[in-house]
């Protein structure tokens, strides 16, 4: 999928750029017209995201919406990368370093740079990927990523049922379920309300996978923006639930952490480079910021053992 078939972001900026972004997140960037079926009157989760990464897939609803987030969160667009950067550094180690060449990506979101299938299939051009969002727009570049990557497809549908995710004909025919396969659940478990209904969902799709698989997870921290942030999109009758410090925890139950298991988003490393990340290879580069410390999120990489 090249940039231009799927109306990528801007080159991702460094953390100096991203601090004067906070206040005006994307530039103004050329609209795109929705494919008909797409109702673009309601502001969707997916699209406010983009907006917060300065792309193309957004909408006026959408972006009503997330300048009203803007408001009382201004970090917004640095979480947004800084959030990618542990997408992206996290599917390179999987591929990398734990073997892995198979990819559920759930809550994936909509294109936009150094996706996973590009970062993995970067390194082992086999890597098979499976996307799953409930955005309604996917499936525009679904039809892009079909007709041009033979390794990857992109799924309309919903993580609130987690089994008839695991049904899905098209899912079982791409992953090989006798082989390890990483879960990723990045920035995505957050809008499911009910904390026991997210452990039960984590652990249904745990369990179908073998041993050797990983889990990889983002999750906001309840913490008094990230409240107000998520009163606005409750408003706007979209979810959004921030959980402590040890309900997030709750997910890695009965895995096994890797690295350094759940941290604080400015404090994750790879589990192969406990000293830091290297510059050059991120999406938002790494300075003394205040900002990355104060954003409210864990994240953390788990494998399935058993
Ligand atoms: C904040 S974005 C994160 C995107 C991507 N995972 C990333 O980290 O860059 C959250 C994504 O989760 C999707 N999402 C929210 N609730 C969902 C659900 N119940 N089922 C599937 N996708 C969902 C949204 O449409 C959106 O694309």
Redesign the pocket.
């Known amino acids: 999928m090249s940039q231009s078939d799927t109306g990528n972001v801007g080159s991702p900026g460094s953390l100096a750029e991203d601090e004067q972004r906070s206040s005006a997140p994307a530039e103004q960037v050329e609209e795109r017209p929705p494919a008909p079926e797409i109702d673009i009157s309601k502001p969707?989760?997916?699209r406010i995201?983009d907006y917060f990464?300065g792309g193309k897939n957004n909408y006026a609803a959408d972006r009503e919406m997330a300048e009203q987030v803007l408001k009382v969160f201004p970090e917004a667009p640095i979480g947004?990368r800084i959030?990618?950067r542990f997408?992206i550094e996290t599917v390179r180690w999987l591929v990398q370093e734990a073997g892995i060449r198979q990819f559920l990506?759930?809550?994936?979101?909509?294109p936009?740079q150094q996706n996973v299938h590009e970062v993995a299939q970067a390194i082992d051009k086999d890597a098979r990927v499976v996307y799953?969002?409930?955005?309604p727009l996917v499936r525009v570049h679904a039809d892009v990523l079909l007709a041009t990557n033979p390794n990857t497809i992109v799924l309309e549908?919903?993580?609130?049922d987690p089994q008839a995710l695991l049904n899905r004909p098209e899912l079982r025919e791409h992953l090989d379920f006798s082989q390890p396969i990483a879960l990723?659940l990045?920035?995505?478990l957050h809008?499911?309300e009910d904390t026991q209904q997210a452990y039960d969902i984590v652990k249904t799709l745990c369990d179908a996978l073998p041993s050797g698989s990983y889990l990889a997870i983002?999750h906001t921290l309840k913490e008094e923006t990230m409240d107000q942030a998520s009163a606005i999109y409750r408003r706007a009758s979209l979810?959004g639930h921030p959980r402590t410090e040890e309900e997030i925890r709750g997910f890695f139950a009965g895995l096994t952490p890797v690295g350094r298991g759940l941290v604080r988003m400015a404090d994750w490393t790879p589990p192969d480079r406990p000293n830091g990340l290297t510059e050059g290879n991120n999406v938002v580069s790494l300075g003394n910021s205040d900002v990355l410390r104060k954003l409210p999120g864990m994240c953390g990489i788990a494998r399935i053992d058993r």
Do not use: M
Not at 132 to 135: A, E, L, R, V
Not at 157 to 160: A, H, I, V, Y
């Open positions: 969707h989760v997916a995201y990464l947004a959030n990618r997408l990506d759930i809550g994936s979101g909509l936009t799953i969002d409930n955005d549908g919903d993580l609130r990723l990045v920035a995505v809008f499911i983002v979810s």
